[in-house]
């Protein structure tokens, strides 16, 4: 790593532009540069938009230089998940079906990072409409895991897991609909949080399943994290679930680290059997630490967690059959002609390109979101489901009763190989089971590493949960047990991280 | 619990307009009635008088003022079009449906 | 694809001699709001193609949206004019199918949780009963863009080669309102049905809540009509005929369809279950095409919006803003003008109730207001396949000419001969009343010297006549006076002349 530039964490690098010894453009010149190094292995972005954010870098420097008063992360650059619209920059999901698509708008949280004067590095790559745990459905080929290439960098957001993972971009947006923004962080040594369900707007995020979609954070610490949640939450108008509240204080809960007397609840549920030894063995240590550091340890339970993963992929592929009819190659997009038809309908040509754009995994969950709507069928898939959902919720009303925080591994594994699960829809499901309950119910979650399992060397993630609003708690026992971590390793563990440019000289 | 027939699947996919090849729909078939099955749990959790829960916050009454707002310059509105028109999308015929 | 040939009939007598209809309509409204059900862009008729349309209503990857406050309340006043319940507690619903005019491929609309149910609404036939139509419910939805059929014939969906879709319509917020199936109409179900659909858009149109122009599309019909065997409750199958859009087709399609069925029961058919066209020119109904497994909508609640709610307080403050009903006004009206049941059903039948009531509240009186509004340019009106409101903001005759007029002749300076001859000549685009006289130099002579001398000389041409005058035979006096007038160019009182030609003989 020839530029510390791209390794100093986000918080470090805003106080370092406030004070004027680095200027914007030079710190984003040095992400591109290891955008240009790395990413050939790696494989993080979708489309880089050097010109753009250099020119975004300099306007920043400008108007910094003119002595205005700017925004905390004014100058340092972002990668952007490419579910989120970017105006005049390609948004494809993923997708074959959007290649090419330039949307006419900004999403909100895009539009935020404008304001907050964060230059934009390029779309980030995911599983094609979020819909995966590993990149490996991405119509445009996988991201790479930084620990191991390979190994899969976790997904949806494996695009912005990586990003971050290989020093190309000091933070990154993720949305996370099953855990895709915490999944990714824990099997790539970073951090990320899905906030409180209407914490961040939605506006202009490419919807999954609207009721548990929901944008965050991606960063390589507690606080970078907090500083970016800060950024892109709050209330917007053109979001109708976005919550119209003041932002929780995350980022003054993430500098006071503080957990004494804090009651720390350990989900029954989510730990034992079916998580790997490592990941297990990291998370009780991790636990132990949030003891060192003054909070109580209580067990609860929440049995109905056993129901998650299936009501989770009724109700998922249920709104996502809806959300994806509008691909349909009338109005933007792919359209493609049916084979052996001469003057096709409409209808035709919609079924023929909605065949030809869509990867596997997109058509199986639509159409098994098809049936579980189906008249006939509702009730007893979607609308068991929708009932699955309130116990789920129920349960964590009455474990934040007994504990003021929850805390599990985020997977029950770490990283896996490419092709290990990918002809194996449900293995693939099955590593959501710690992150779903979160989005049934709403309430924030956060990933942050634990360290590294023995048996593999590769990271582990360990999950906080928080009752809905209460976001900053996350971040408080995130910064909490992080501290104490980093003062046990003496570094912090993407440090130990294999050197991606010798690989990217072999490949 | 019902099989999934491979007739079943074709009608899905019709529904949702997806034209899939005869290898994709045999694939497919055996893919979800696994996940069928799985997913079809469920209905053994004690939901009996549960209320269903669609939104995850509480919120109601979300509205806005009816004022308007800019819209998409007829540019930006087609900028997207696979093919335009008179300022219009410029679509394959449409059968006659209602 | 269908063919516009008719179909067998039976003539309606015999067909109502074995059968009795049982109706259904299905209204949808256009509301006049400013802007869209769900997003901001303007809804005025006649714009630019696809210039009133933004990523909400264009349904774009990650748009989202947000109700109509103005729309809400609309449905509500429209609920409780019609007599119904209004929900505490609903929801948006997605109604799924695929059609190029509908952005998203599916529409927002309400399934089972209907802002209004349970109403009625009170009809009026012509031989002065009350047929009450109950409302089964009222509910929110968004209308779909415009398709322009291009090659083929005429504009006709069958046998284009492409369309052109202008979305500018799309997302503007339509309230569906549908009746009970309504039995026991016998013969009378044509007349109850065009009854139906006329009051609701009087209704409509008091509660000022749209413009309710069936000839723009901003309200439209569907008529649901099935036979049941004399001596049966069962109802029969039904057929469904859209977009039947004027009062007239209304009254034929229901005629219509009553022979068609009656045509196929009556020779031991089965009528089928479908969705029929109307054809204004022909006066008949063709099948649609068959919709098979379309009708599975995959309803489920709106993830994307949140539920209506209003409170008690809400709905009865918008109670208090419901206009008179129009029924209960024109019985009002009737009684202060005075008018006979006759003279009261010709003017509402001509649309002129509203112009009569201006024109009173503007000083004119009731007799004169009637007698203006509905001769000459009624006529002209009619000739221009118009009704007289349209026709006379069309030539910017106003209530105040009327008025004007009116005082030209209490004022003495006009008769009423001179005064049709003003109102044609205000008619004819010359100006106001006065202005009219002025230029073709209509006054009365005032003059009472020339009149008398008129008058004498008059009576000397006329010795046999004024002999039976003075003979007591005053009728005669008219022969007389009709000389007078003509002596006088016409510009002469008849009154006075006959006033004083009596003087003049019979003293």
């Given at each position: 790593m020839t530029n510390e530039l791209i390794t100093a964490s986000a918080a470090d690098l805003a106080a370092r532009l406030a004070a004027r010894e680095i200027s914007s453009a030079e710190l984003t010149q040095a992400c591109l540069d290891r955008t240009a190094a790395v990413d050939g292995v790696v494989h993080s972005y979708l489309h880089v938009d050097a010109e753009g954010a250099l020119a975004a870098a300099r306007a920043i420097d400008e108007r910094r230089a003119a002595g205005e008063s700017l925004p905390t992360l004014a100058g340092v650059p972002i990668a952007v998940k490419d579910v989120m619209t970017t105006k005049g920059l390609p948004t494809t999901c993923g997708s074959k079906i959007l290649e090419g698509w330039i949307p006419p708008y900004d999403s909100t949280v895009v539009t935020r990072l404008k304001a907050a004067g964060m230059p934009i590095l390029g779309k980030t790559n995911l599983d094609e409409f979020a819909m995966g745990s590993s990149t490996e459905h991405s119509a445009y080929g996988p991201s790479r895991n930084p620990w191991d290439l390979d190994r899969i960098p976790g997904g949806s957001g494996g695009g912005s897991s990586s990003v971050i993972a290989s020093f190309q971009a000091p933070l990154a947006t993720?949305?996370?609909?099953?855990?895709?923004?915490?999944?990714p962080a824990a099997v790539t040594g970073t951090v990320g949080t899905k906030p409180t369900y209407g914490g961040v707007s939605r506006y202009g995020l490419v919807a999954l399943a609207s009721s548990l979609d929901q944008a965050g954070p991606c960063a390589r610490t507690v606080l970078d994290t907090a500083l970016l949640h800060e950024v892109m939450a709050g209330h917007d108008p053109m979001d109708s679930t976005s919550i119209d509240a003041p932002v929780p204080a995350v980022v003054e809960a993430a500098r006071r680290a503080d957990v004494s007397g804090m009651k720390i609840g350990?989900?029954?549920?989510?730990?034992?059997?079916?998580?790997?030894?490592?990941?297990?063995?990291?998370?009780?240590?991790?636990?132990?630490?949030?003891?060192?550091?003054?909070?109580?340890?209580?067990?609860?339970?929440?049995?109905?967690?056993?129901?998650?993963?299936?009501?989770?992929?009724?109700?998922?592929?249920?709104?996502?059959?809806?959300?994806?009819?509008?691909?349909?190659?009338?109005?933007?997009?792919?359209?493609?002609?049916?084979?052996?038809?001469?003057?096709?309908?409409?209808?035709?040509?919609?079924?023929?390109?909605?065949?030809?754009?869509?990867?596997?995994?997109?058509?199986?969950?639509?159409?098994?979101?098809?049936?579980?709507?189906?008249?006939?069928?509702?009730?007893?898939?979607?609308?068991?489901?929708?009932?699955?959902?309130?116990?789920?919720?129920?349960?964590?009303?009455?474990?934040?009763?007994?504990?003021?925080?929850?805390?599990?591994?985020?997977?029950?594994?770490?990283?896996?190989?490419?092709?290990?699960?990918?002809?194996?829809?449900?293995?693939?499901?099955?590593?959501?089971?710690?992150?779903?309950?979160?989005?049934?119910?709403?309430?924030?979650?956060?990933?942050?590493?634990s360290g590294l399992a023995p048996e593999d060397g590769l990271p582990v993630g360990f999950q906080i949960l928080a009752p809905a609003m209460q976001d900053q708690r996350l971040y408080a026992v995130g910064a909490a047990l992080e501290a104490r971590l980093l003062s046990a390793w003496g570094a912090p563990l993407l440090h130990s991280a294999p050197d991606l440019t010798a690989a990217g000289k072999g490949a | 619990m019902s099989e999934l027939t491979r007739a079943d699947v074709a009608h899905l996919a019709g529904l949702a307009r997806i034209e899939l090849s005869d290898d994709e729909l045999d694939k497919m078939v055996g893919e979800l009635g696994i996940i069928l099955e799985s997913v079809a749990t469920v209905q053994n959790a004690p939901i009996d008088d549960v209320a269903p829960m669609s939104h995850p916050m509480p919120l109601v009454n979300v509205t806005r003022p009816d004022e308007v707002r800019p819209s998409l310059s007829p540019e930006a509105a087609l900028s997207g079009a696979p093919e335009q028109d008179q300022q219009r999308f410029s679509v394959p015929r449409i059968l006659d449906e209602d | 694809m269908s063919q516009a040939t008719a179909e067998a009939t039976l003539p309606f007598e015999e067909a109502l001699a074995a059968y009795d209809p049982v109706l259904g309509l299905e209204v949808h409204v256009e509301l006049g709001t400013n802007t869209k059900m769900f997003c901001g862009c303007a809804t005025a008729f006649g714009a630019e193609p696809n210039s009133q349309v933004c990523p909400v209503c264009l349904g774009l990857p990650g748009?989202?949206?947000?109700?109509?406050?103005?729309?809400?309340?609309?449905?509500?006043?429209?609920?409780?004019?019609?007599?119904?319940?209004?929900?505490?507690?609903?929801?948006?619903a997605r109604k799924n199918y695929f059609y190029p005019d509908m952005p998203k491929n599916f529409q927002t609309s309400q399934y089972d949780e209907p802002i209004a149910f349970n109403g009625h609404l009170d009809v009026e036939l012509a031989d002065g009963s009350t047929y009450r139509v109950e409302i089964e419910r009222a509910h929110m939805e968004e209308d779909t863009g415009k398709s322009l059929h291009v090659g083929g014939s005429t504009g006709r969906i069958h046998g284009a080669t492409h369309s052109l879709v202008d979305y500018n319509r799309a997302g503007i917020p339509l309230i569906e309102i549908v009746t009970k199936p309504m039995t026991g109409a016998g013969e009378r179900a044509p007349e109850i049905a065009k009854a139906y659909v006329a009051?609701?858009?009087?209704?409509?149109?008091?509660?000022?809540?749209?413009?309710?122009?069936?000839?723009?599309?901003?309200?439209?019909?569907?008529?649901n009509l099935s036979l049941m065997p004399k001596d049966s409750t069962t109802f029969g199958i039904r057929s469904e005929t859209k977009n039947v859009n004027s009062l007239r087709s209304v009254e034929r399609a229901v005629r219509y369809e009553i022979g068609r069925h009656a045509a196929i029961l009556s020779s031991g058919g089965k009528v089928t279950q479908e969705t029929r066209h109307w054809h204004e020119d022909t006066g008949i109904t063709t099948a649609g095409r068959e919709k098979s497994d379309a009708e599975d909508y995959r309803y489920f609640p709106e993830p994307d919006l949140v539920p209506v709610a209003p409170s008690a307080e809400t709905v009865e403050a918008l109670r208090a803003t419901l206009p008179e009903p129009p029924a209960a006004r024109r019985k009002r009206l009737q009684s202060a003008w005075g008018y006979s049941d006759l003279e009261m059903r010709d003017v509402v039948n001509a649309a002129l109730v509203d112009l009569i009531d201006e024109t009173v509240t503007a000083g004119a009186s009731p007799a004169g207001a009637r007698k203006w509004w509905s001769g000459e340019i009624a006529r002209r009106a009619n000739d221009a396949g118009s009704d007289v409101p349209t026709y006379a903001a069309s030539l910017?005759?106003?209530?105040?000419?009327?008025?004007?007029?009116?005082?030209?002749?209490?004022?003495?300076?006009?008769?009423?001969?001179?005064?049709?001859?003003?109102?044609?000549?205000?008619?004819?685009?010359?100006?106001?009343?006065?202005?009219?006289?002025?230029?073709?130099?209509?006054?009365?002579?005032?003059?009472?010297?020339?009149?008398?001398?008129?008058?004498?000389?008059?009576?000397?041409?006329?010795?046999?006549?004024?002999?039976?005058?003075?003979?007591?035979?005053v009728q005669a006096a008219g022969a007389l006076i009709g000389q007078v007038m003509k002596e006088m160019k016409g510009q002469a009182d008849a009154a006075a002349a006959r006033q004083l030609i009596l003087d003049s003989l019979t003293d």
């Open positions: 993720g949305t996370d609909t099953g855990g895709s923004i915490r999944q350990i989900i029954r549920e989510l730990t034992g059997d079916g998580f790997q030894a490592g990941v297990q063995q990291r998370f009780d240590e991790s636990v132990q630490h949030l003891v060192d550091a003054g909070a109580e340890v209580v067990e609860v339970s929440c049995p109905s967690f056993t129901y998650a993963l299936a009501a989770y992929y009724l109700i998922l592929p249920s709104e996502a059959s809806s959300n994806l009819a509008k691909f349909d190659a009338m109005r933007y997009g792919l359209r493609v002609a049916p084979h052996g038809i001469d003057d096709p309908s409409a209808e035709q040509v919609m079924a023929a390109t909605r065949d030809a754009g869509f990867g596997d995994e997109v058509k199986r969950r639509i159409i098994l979101g098809t049936y579980a709507l189906s008249s006939g069928y509702y009730d007893a898939y979607y609308g068991s489901a929708q009932k699955v959902r309130r116990l789920i919720a129920d349960d964590f009303t009455r474990a934040f009763e007994a504990a003021d925080v929850l805390v599990s591994p985020t997977a029950p594994t770490t990283a896996f190989a490419f092709g290990d699960k990918i002809d194996d829809p449900m293995a693939m499901y099955l590593n959501d089971i710690a992150t779903i309950p979160a989005n049934l119910a709403g309430v924030p979650g956060m990933s942050l590493p | - | 748009a989202l949206p947000v109700v109509n406050e103005k729309g809400v309340e609309s449905a509500i006043r429209i609920g409780l004019a019609l007599n119904c319940e209004i929900a505490s507690w609903c929801r948006f009051t609701l858009r009087d209704l409509l149109k008091a509660l000022g809540v749209s413009d309710v122009k069936m000839e723009q599309g901003s309200m439209r019909c569907d008529v910017a005759v106003t209530p105040a000419h009327v008025v004007e007029l009116e005082s030209l002749i209490t004022g003495g300076r006009l008769n009423d001969a001179m005064a049709r001859q003003v109102w044609d000549g205000v008619l004819a685009g010359e100006g106001t009343p006065t202005a009219v006289a002025d230029a073709r130099g209509l006054e009365l002579v005032q003059d009472s010297g020339a009149l008398q001398a008129a008058v004498d000389k008059v009576i000397a041409a006329n010795p046999d006549v004024a002999q039976k005058v003075r003979d007591g035979k």
